[in-house]
C-alpha cells in the first residue's frame, strides 16, 4: 500500500522576515488560500489516502500542525514529533519504522512540505511511475531538467535508462554537491544533469535496508525504536545527517524519472519572484506599493503601510511590522547568514513575529516600553489559557469583543464587552472564552520583569 511521508520540520529562514522560527515557512500562505504543507495534501489525493498520509516535524508545531490538517481527514496520530531536528535521514527512517510496523509492504512518497509545482496531471503521473519502478526494489528520485546554472540546488547525474521499465526511468551515476557557478554552467549544457527535487519514492524495507548498509548506527537506533513513546529516549542519541550525503551517495539501488512538470523549492524570495505575475517594468508588488522608476523590484508586506520606491533595480522589499529585508535579488540565498547573525545576537526578530501564535489562539504586542507592555489577545471559541500566575508582573485586562471568563484566586467571574479585571502580581488566574465566538482582549502588563517566561502553570489544557 501507499503511504506519505511529508517533511515538515525546516524553518525557511531564506524567507525571513516573513518565516520565523516559530511561524515557518510550510505553514504560511504564499501563493493562493492554502498553506504550502496544505497544497502538499491536495497534490496527493487519488494517490495517497488521508489516512495513510503521514507527517514528521519538530514537537513545537504540534498545535499548528493540528490547525493545518483540519478538513483533510488526516488523522491526529499521523503526526510524528521530532523532539530536535536531526535532517533528513533520520527523519524518513523514522517514519519507515513506524510505518513498516503497520504495513510490512509499504510504499513510501517522501515529499517536503514547502514546494510548489503547477501540472498536477504530469506531477501524479510521474509519481504513480515511480511507484512502479519502486516495486522492482529501486530508491527512486524525481529529477528536474534545469533550466538555468543554479547554485541553489544538488544535482543529480544520471547513467542510462533502465531497460525492464515501461516509463523512462534512469540509473543513477552520481548525486552532488551544490556547484559554484562555473560548473552549473557546465551542467546545464549536459544533459546527463538534473535537479535533485528532495523527492523520493521507495519500500520501506529496502530502504530500511539501505540504511544498515551505510548508515548501521542509525538504523541501530531506529531499530531500538518500538512506539512513539521511545522516541524522546532515543533521538538525542542520534547523529544528524541528510537522506542525500547519508544513502543517496552511496546506495547502488537508485533510479530517477524526469519531471515534465514545473516545481521549485521555493528556497528563496527570488525563487518566489519567478512564478509570481509582473508588470511592464518585471515589478512584483502583493501590497500597497508605489514605484517610480524602478525595474525588478519585488514587495513583499504584511503591513498596511505604503511601500515606496524610487529609481532602485533588481531588489527584494520584504515589509513585516518588526522587521523589514531590503535585498539585491542575486543575493536572496544569503537570507540565511542575516538570520544565523540575528541569533548570534540572541535577537527575537528570527524566532517569533509581533503576532505570536498559540495553541488556544494569539497575542499582538502593540506597545511596550520600561515597566509596561500592552498587548491585544485574541482568544479562539471554547479555548482557555492555563491556570497561572506572574511572579513579577500585574496585568489589567479590558474585553474589546466577546465575553470572557476569568478565574482569580478561585473564584469565576464574566466581564463582557467595555468592562475590565485587574490582576495583582502572584494571584492566580485564568482566562477562557465560554462563547462561539472570538473574545478580543487589551491586556496592559505592569512591573520590573515583562517576558513571556515569567508564567507558572498549575493546569494547561496543552501539556505545557
Known amino acids: 500500500m501507499n503511504y506519505a511521508v511529508i517533511l515538515a520540520g ?15 515557512k510550510q505553514f504560511m500562505r504564499l501563493i493562493g488560500e492554502e498553506s504550502l504543507l496544505q497544497s502538499t495534501f491536495k497534490r496527493l489525493k487519488g494517490i495517497v489516502t488521508p489516512k495513510n498520509t503521514f507527517i514528521i516535524t519538530n514537537d513545537i508545531y504540534f498545535y499548528e500542525l493540528l490547525n493545518q490538517i483540519k478538513g483533510y481527514g488526516i488523522p491526529e496520530g499521523n503526526i510524528i514529533l521530532e523532539p530536535e531536528g536531526k535532517n533528513t535521514a533520520p527523519a524518513i527512517g523514522l517514519c519507515a519504522k513506524l510505518i513498516s510496523k503497520l504495513d510490512k509492504n509499504a510504499t513510501l512518497i517522501v515529499l517536503p512540505a514547502d514546494h510548489y509545482i503547477k501540472g498536477l496531471f504530469n506531477f501524479k503521473r510521474a509519481i504513480k511511475n515511480a511507484i512502479e519502478a519502486a516495486r522492482n526494489d529501486l530508491l527512486v528520485t524525481i529529477g528536474i531538467k534545469p533550466n538555468k546554472p543554479s547554485t541553489a540546488y544538488g544535482y543529480i547525474k544520471i547513467k542510462s535508462k533502465v531497460k525492464s521499465q515501461k516509463s523512462k526511468v534512469y540509473s543513477v551515476e552520481k548525486f552532488l554537491e551544490k556547484p559554484g557557478l562555473d560548473k552549473a554552467k557546465k551542467y546545464l549544457k549536459d544533459k546527463s544533469f538534473f535537479w535533485n527535487s528532495g523527492m523520493f519514492i521507495w519500500k520501506a524495507d529496502i530502504f530500511l535496508g539501505e540504511v544498515k548498509k551505510y548508515l548501521p548506527d542509525l538504523f541501530k537506533r531506529l531499530d531500538s525504536i ?32 524526469p519531471a515534465n512538470f514545473y516545481w521549485t523549492d521555493l528556497g528563496s524570495w527570488d525563487a518566489l519572484a519567478e512564478i509570481l505575475p509582473k508588470d511592464k517594468k518585471g515589478n512584483i508588488t502583493n501590497s500597497d506599493t508605489l514605484n517610480v522608476d524602478s525595474q525588478g523590484v519585488c514587495v513583499f508586506s504584511r503591513g498596511n503601510r505604503l511601500v515606496s520606491t524610487i529609481g532602485v533595480n533588481n531588489m527584494v522589499i520584504a515589509d513585516t511590522p518588526d522587521a523589514l529585508l531590503v535585498c539585491d535579488r542575486n543575493r536572496t540565498q544569503d537570507v540565511k547568514q542575516l538570520v544565523e547573525r540575528l541569533k548570534t545576537l540572541k535577537r527575537k526578530e528570527h524566532q517569533v513575529h509581533l503576532t505570536e501564535r498559540r495553541p488556544w489562539g494569539s497575542f499582538t504586542v502593540l506597545q511596550e516600553g520600561p515597566g509596561f507592555k500592552i498587548k491585544l489577545i485574541e482568544l479562539a471559541p471554547k479555548k482557555r489559557l492555563s491556570l497561572q500566575r506572574h511572579k513579577n508582573r500585574a496585568e489589567h485586562w479590558v474585553v474589546v469583543s466577546g465575553m470572557a471568563k476569568t478565574t482569580r484566586a478561585g473564584k469565576v467571574s464574566f466581564v463582557r464587552s467595555n468592562e475590565s479585571v485587574y490582576i495583582p502580581k502572584g494571584r492566580k488566574h485564568r482566562l477562557e472564552n465560554p462563547l462561539r465566538i472570538p473574545l478580543k482582549i487589551v491586556e496592559v502588563q505592569t512591573g520590573a520583569y515583562l517576558e513571556e517566561d515569567d508564567i507558572e502553570r498549575f493546569e494547561d489544557d496543552f501539556k505545557r
Open 226 to 257: 518500538k512506539s512513539v513513546n521511545d522516541i524522546k529516549k532515543i533521538w538525542p542519541k542520534i547523529k544528524s545527517i541528510s537522506v542525500d550525503y547519508g544513502i543517496m551517495e552511496h546506495s547502488k539501488k537508485i533510479a530517477l524519472i
Open 10 to 24: 525546516g524553518v525557511g529562514s531564506r524567507f525571513w522576515p516573513f518565516s520565523r522560527e516559530l511561524e515557518p
